[in-house]
């Protein structure tokens, strides 16, 4: 299962580095799929665009841009929202929906802020889904116009597949990370719309070049637009804000 | 589906920060899970253990002893494993299995150092599982009596719900991805036997009490083992290198 987050057994390869030849396995061998999984997981992203259109239809009906924040845990998202709703606020109406396994830590520090804010545990979920959404700003109530933020649970692998109805999605990596990321998990760095390098701040202390990182980026997503910055200096974070100010809904 | 992940939407819970009263949904409702997504995720699991339970004994009939490192992206697990081979592989022998979604890239690192590895890349998989590591295991044919370390795909979620058949569960966490994961990704900590908490050497640049973090692990689960350590400086790599001494495989 889990092929909803993709994990599906198909196309697991398994490689000996240096060669090596390949032995009988020893009573430890591959098993066949359960039967019925790719039928269940194939209706479960069927459903979840039905209801990702749905979303974006009734975000478009209203002018409100969602953006999906999507990244590692610990990139530096909420700070990061912070930041950009004092930036923001007094110039348009922006809300957040906080999606984390569990506590309200993240939804307490944006309402400290004065935005509008609606926290989603996914107990043992490891994404957020367009019911989820769907539910979340049921209960936001966003304003007509408004910037709807999106920060989706920590988690490189999973929220890349389930579209939620977004006008955009905004992948989140920070240097810390290391340089290979969009290498490694080129799923999440493929779909999005644009990239924000955070914490360049701490680039003196850590084995990491900006310009490796970038050009990784670029060679899993051609063309991809991509944005350092630095939430702890603001570093950056105006050409981020200018880039939420020419945002348009997604067409419904 | 994805309940595989833990991602079963029973105990998804949505709230509005502030209080603020509940509005009828506006055609924006949550909606009935799909029929027979239990069933799948239980069966899943059920198949899992199943394997696992199959690995621990193939382990211990040979006297490996295999270790599941876990963690977000970019925690430093890779770089940490080229650090305690080079301490280790001269008294014990020591093999590695990567995870990855894609890539080979740590499993180069690791082939750099002398030892043996396989990598496995999941495609759009985000955990490794008992089945996985039994295929790996066939293909790198570790020596008996020798330490094998998994490394598992980065993601703070998923991974914590399959069983391989290991010793033991390592979680990994670095000082840069912030204080509170421990409160925000409980299923993770809470199935560790040990927490590494790395880049101890950031420290200084980041706004995070390593004392807090400790206490995070703590509180999450009573008791748990947790050693600060430092790949970069070496700091604390002592620790868990006498932790391995004396690590000892699984009752099979």
Same mark, same amino acid.
């Not at 979303?55 to 409100?64: D, F, H, K, P, Q």
């Not at 530096?76 to 830590?105: F, H």
């Not at 850590?206 to 991509?226: K, M, T």
């Given at each position: &299962? *889990?092929?909803?987050?993709? *994990?599906?057994?198909?196309?697991?390869? !398994?490689? +000996?580095?240096?060669?090596?030849?390949?032995?009988?396995?020893?009573?430890?061998?591959?098993?066949? /799929? %359960?039967p019925?999984?790719?039928?269940?997981?194939?209706?479960?992203?069927?459903? #979840?665009?039905?209801?990702?259109?749905?979303n974006?239809?009734?975000?478009?009906?209203?002018?409100? !841009?969602?953006? #999906? %924040? &999507?990244?590692?845990?610990?990139?530096?998202?909420?700070?990061?929202?912070?930041?950009?709703?004092?930036?923001?606020?007094?110039?348009r109406?922006?809300?957040?929906?906080?999606?984390?396994?569990?506590?309200?830590?993240?939804?307490?520090?944006?309402?400290?802020?004065?935005?509008?804010?609606?926290?989603? #545990?996914?107990?043992?979920? *490891?994404?957020?889904?367009?019911? &989820?959404?769907?539910? @979340?700003?049921?209960?936001?109530?966003?304003?007509?116009?408004? =910037? +709807?933020?999106?920060?989706?649970? @920590?988690? =490189?692998?999973? /929220?890349a597949?389930?579209? =939620?109805?977004e006008?955009?999605?905004?992948?989140?990596?920070s240097?810390?990370?290391?340089?290979?990321? /969009?290498?490694?998990?080129?799923? &999440?760095?493929? +779909?999005?719309?644009? +990239?924000?390098? #955070?914490?360049?701040?701490?680039?003196?202390?850590?084995? !990491?070049?900006?310009?490796?990182?970038?050009?990784? *980026?670029?060679?899993?997503?051609? @063309?991809?637009?991509? %944005?350092?910055?630095?939430?702890?200096?603001?570093?950056?974070?105006?050409?981020?804000?200018?880039?939420?100010?020419?945002?348009?809904p997604?067409t419904?």
């Amino acid at each position: &299962m *889990c092929g909803t987050c993709g *994990c599906g057994e198909a196309d697991v390869r !398994v490689e +000996v580095l240096g060669g090596g030849r390949r032995q009988p396995h020893d009573h430890l061998h591959a098993h066949d /799929p %359960l039967p019925g999984v790719v039928e269940i997981e194939t209706a479960l992203l069927a459903k #979840n665009d039905h209801l990702a259109a749905h979303n974006r239809s009734w975000l478009a009906e209203r002018g409100i !841009v969602a953006l #999906n %924040l &999507m990244s590692s845990p610990g990139s530096g998202k909420t700070s990061l929202l912070r930041r950009t709703i004092t930036e923001l606020a007094p110039v348009r109406p922006v809300a957040v929906i906080e999606g984390d396994q569990e506590t309200r830590i993240d939804a307490e520090k944006i309402r400290a802020t004065g935005a509008p804010v609606v926290q989603i #545990n996914t107990g043992a979920g *490891c994404h957020l889904d367009a019911d &989820m959404l769907a539910r @979340g700003l049921a209960e936001l109530r966003p304003t007509d116009g408004s =910037l +709807v933020f999106i920060e989706n649970v @920590g988690n =490189l692998v999973c /929220p890349a597949l389930f579209d =939620l109805g977004e006008a955009a999605k905004v992948v989140v990596v920070s240097v810390t990370e290391g340089e290979d990321k /969009p290498l490694k998990y080129p799923q &999440m760095f493929s +779909v999005a719309d644009l +990239v924000l390098i #955070n914490k360049i701040d701490l680039l003196p202390y850590v084995d !990491v070049g900006l310009e490796h990182l970038v050009a990784h *980026c670029r060679s899993v997503y051609p @063309g991809v637009g991509v %944005l350092p910055l630095s939430v702890t200096t603001g570093e950056g974070v105006g050409a981020w804000c200018d880039w939420l100010r020419v945002s348009e809904p997604a067409t419904g």
